[in-house]
């Protein structure tokens, strides 16, 4: 099984920050990765997926990067709307993993 | 436009049984594969099982944690999936979602229900 982390697991920050989240897999693995963002009470909500490719409708302000075992989400100039909960999924094999998450929060 | 709406949560005693039900529309379940993924109270999420599209076999997949008590399922001529779930413990206790896969230069999960919430308990 592949097992996912994620670093930090909570985070404090103002709006116009740079944020970075890591997500680090267990075991090398083709780029099938997503990244979630997830607010209270709502479903998950597709930010980036096969590593680094924007979904259509996020804003730019969101990317990602990485590959093999180590992948990085970035958010650009936080906006008070991005304070949530966000969560790395690989996508590359049976059972399919989530990292335990990243709470991002006002500072 | 896609949307999926899950239905059958509810309260339910330990060891007992639950069917959830995913109605889809937008799209044909046949032609993707499906997850449920669940999140329990003031947790993370924890993916649950697969079925994988026509194409690929109709075949399924389980979390080792359900695997044995819970069965995926789909009706096509409905376009509902289905989430059988039996031997049902407290830790089964969570929002369950659920959600679409489609494959575009990579595999992604796009669309996500609104959740339906499961309660075990005596």
């Known amino acids: 099984d592949i097992q996912l982390t994620q670093s930090p697991s909570f985070l404090s920050a103002s709006v116009g920050d740079r944020v970075t989240i890591t997500c680090r897999a267990s075991q090398d693995f083709n780029s099938h990765l997503v990244w979630y963002q997830q607010k209270p009470g709502k479903a998950p909500n597709l930010l980036i997926y096969a590593a680094s490719t924007l979904q259509s409708g996020v804003p730019s302000r969101f990317s990602g990067s990485g590959s093999g075992t180590e992948f990085t989400l970035t958010i650009n100039s936080l906006q008070p709307e991005d304070f949530a909960t966000y969560y790395c999924q690989q996508l590359n094999s049976y059972p399919l993993t989530f990292g335990p998450g990243t709470k991002v929060d006002i500072k | 436009e896609v949307h999926l709406v899950e239905s059958g949560g509810g309260l339910v005693q330990p060891g007992g049984s639950l069917r959830l039900s995913c109605a889809a529309s937008?799209?044909?379940?046949?032609?993707?594969?499906m997850d449920w993924v669940r999140q329990a109270p003031g947790k993370g999420l924890e993916w649950v099982a697969s079925?994988?599209?026509?194409?690929?076999?109709?075949?399924?997949e389980y979390a080792a944690s359900v695997k044995g008590r819970f069965t995926i399922s789909r009706d096509d001529s409905r376009n509902l999936l289905y989430l059988q779930m039996s031997s049902l413990k407290t830790e089964d206790s969570a929002v369950y979602y659920c959600?679409?896969?489609?494959?575009?230069?990579?595999?992604?999960?796009?669309?996500w229900g609104q959740g339906i919430l499961v309660t075990v308990s005596s």
């Open positions: 079925f994988r599209n026509k194409a690929n076999g109709d075949t399924t």
């Open positions: 937008g799209f044909t379940l046949s032609d993707h594969y």
């Open positions: 959600a679409r896969n489609e494959f575009d230069s990579g595999w992604k999960v796009d669309y």
